[in-house]
């Protein structure tokens, strides 16, 4: 059974840099995607980067690229994502989601994604 475990998140200020990690495991079919998607409140989930297994293709929101990084350890079967220049807009929770597949990967947003917990806070205010 798929396994998600996030960690990290918390107050940080506006400029600051923060890094959530998580671990994946379970996994039935031969790739997946995993990354990070986000939900402010009153506002529907979104992604904000996730990486793809088959050939380590990444993606990024506009609204991120060029502060985020998202990289993976397959040894651990963990995934980070490194932030920068953390933004107020940024103040969120934060889920790690997971989407398999066998051949092709086709990105319909976070409802083709497996989502397990609650998901971790990040608070970017002064």
């Known amino acids: 059974q798929l396994q998600i475990v996030e960690s990290g998140g918390g107050l940080v200020q506006p400029g600051g840099s923060m890094q959530l990690s998580c671990v994946a495991s379970g996994f039935a079919l031969p790739y997946h995607a995993i990354g990070w998607f986000r939900q402010a409140p009153g506002k529907l989930r979104e992604g904000v980067s996730f990486i793809k297994t088959s050939d380590g293709s990444i993606f990024y929101d506009s609204h991120v690229r060029g502060r985020f990084t998202i990289s993976r350890d397959a040894a651990k079967n963990t995934v980070y994502l490194q932030m920068h220049n953390l933004e107020p807009e940024d103040t969120g929770v934060y889920f790690c989601?997971?989407?398999?597949?066998?051949?092709?990967?086709?990105?319909?947003?976070?409802?083709?994604?497996?989502?397990r917990g609650q998901g971790t806070q990040i608070t970017v205010s002064s």
């Open positions: 989601g997971v989407q398999e597949y066998s051949n092709d990967f086709v990105y319909t947003g976070p409802s083709g994604f497996t989502f």
